[in-house]
């Protein structure tokens, strides 16, 4: 039975392949292209203390992205996360340090504003029927003005070294043993959903994965992140706050794949108006996805400032929007919709995060760095459409 199960994933797997569907291998195999060459070329990419540098500076976008993701699974598009998460920062700056407020009202006032906005987007498209792009350019402009009304007659607000806040962001790092144990609990989580998973196949007559394969799956796992634990703890060690981005991929990827709201989410990218016709509210689910991607994008914008330890008129700006939107597409993400994962703004980032570190560290400016990141998004993008026709074929076929 194992055996034949494997065959069956073995050709399931060729089959998705070959009709277009090819997840995530093309960004792993970019990803280690790049990690290649930059290893090439400077040997301190790979070091312990740049890897660590390089996994706590994706957080902040990374969780920007991953609310891209969320947006893109339903055809949609948010142009406003930069000036979103610039506008919270401010926010948050101003009633942490000059209001006087505690650090945790603070953050909760700026991811309020944040589900705010997110919220106001889709009672625009929802309603009047506005295309998310010029809702969300309008909203890039607006925001990015608030900001600067917000921090008026300063050019930059410091946050305390001291606050727990900055301290998360800069300097708190997770205890080895304590990373050890994340690592364990991750290997048992896969094995045990594993395991209830093939017993519930099992128990309704198909074929499932045998326990040696869980074994040898939970185990790998174990080997693998056990592996990058100990090699960054050769440095820093693994930072909280990427622990954080890390969580939430895991909680959305959890929610996308596993819940009535993540099918309802992919149903409409898919079709929009067969999802009307089973039943599902539309509404709901773009109101859903634009309150989350605002709310991240808040997150994120509080989290960069607590990086940097202040918030300045020109936080958000730059090229912080394209990089969130960059990693949700190179991640795997597609622009028509209705095909994605979380894990691709983890990995999408990660590719971006690279490319930075890499090209600073050969001293190249910021110049090369645009160009070799926009190539990498048209590529991504390229792929993305070549599938697309290949299943759109290979159904017809």
């Given at each position: ?57 994706s957080a902040p976008v990374g969780i920007m992205a991953l609310g891209i993701v969320c947006v893109l699974l339903v055809g949609q598009i948010d142009l406003s996360v930069g000036s979103v998460s610039g506008l919270s920062g401010a926010v948050l700056a101003v009633l942490f340090v000059d209001q006087g407020l505690p650090v945790v009202v603070a953050i909760l006032a700026a991811m309020a504003l ?107 796992l174990l080997i693998g992140l056990g592996g990058v634990v100990w090699y960054l703890n050769q440095a820093r060690g693994v930072g909280w706050m990427f622990v954080l981005f890390v969580a939430m991929v895991l909680v959305m990827h959890y929610l ?142």
């Amino acid at each position: 039975m194992t055996t034949t199960l494997q065959r069956q994933r073995l050709k399931g797997t060729v089959e998705s392949v070959r009709g277009g569907d090819l997840g995530v291998i093309p960004v792993v195999v970019g990803l280690v292209v790049i990690w290649t060459v930059f290893q090439i070329l400077n040997p301190v990419f790979l070091s312990s203390r740049n890897l660590v540098d390089l996994a706590m500076d994706s957080a902040p976008v990374g969780i920007m992205a991953l609310g891209i993701v969320c947006v893109l699974l339903v055809g949609q598009i948010d142009l406003s996360v930069g000036s979103v998460s610039g506008l919270s920062g401010a926010v948050l700056a101003v009633l942490f340090v000059d209001q006087g407020l505690p650090v945790v009202v603070a953050i909760l006032a700026a991811m309020a504003l944040g589900a705010l906005i997110g919220y106001l987007y889709a009672q625009l498209f929802n309603r009047f029927g506005v295309p998310s792009f010029v809702i969300t350019l309008a909203g890039l402009l607006a925001f990015l003005g608030l900001q600067l009304w917000v921090l008026r007659g300063k050019g930059a607000i410091n946050l305390p070294f001291e606050s727990g806040l900055v301290n998360f962001a800069q300097l708190s790092f997770v205890p080895p043993w304590l990373a050890y144990v994340f690592v364990a609990v991750a290997a048992g989580w896969l094995f045990v959903s594993g395991f209830l998973h093939a017993r519930a196949r099992r128990d309704a007559g198909l074929p499932a994965r045998g326990l040696t394969g869980l074994l040898v799956r939970s185990g790998a796992l174990l080997i693998g992140l056990g592996g990058v634990v100990w090699y960054l703890n050769q440095a820093r060690g693994v930072g909280w706050m990427f622990v954080l981005f890390v969580a939430m991929v895991l909680v959305m990827h959890y929610l996308l794949a596993r819940t009535k709201w993540g099918k309802s989410v992919y149903a409409v990218g898919g079709n929009v108006e067969a999802a009307r016709r089973a039943a599902i509210n539309v509404k709901a689910a773009y109101t859903s996805v634009f309150v989350l991607c605002s709310t991240f994008a808040a997150i994120g914008g509080i989290l960069m400032a607590a990086r940097l330890a202040a918030a300045n008129q020109s936080s958000g700006t730059g090229d912080v929007n394209l990089n969130a939107i960059a990693a949700a597409v190179i991640g795997g993400t597609s622009l028509f919709g209705g095909r994605g994962t979380a894990f691709g703004a983890l990995l999408g980032i990660v590719v971006i995060q690279s490319i930075s570190s890499g090209l600073t560290l050969l001293n190249l400016d910021s110049s090369i760095r645009f160009m070799v990141t926009g190539a990498v998004l048209l590529l991504a993008v390229i792929v993305d459409s070549v599938a697309r026709k290949s299943r759109t074929s290979h159904g017809r076929a």
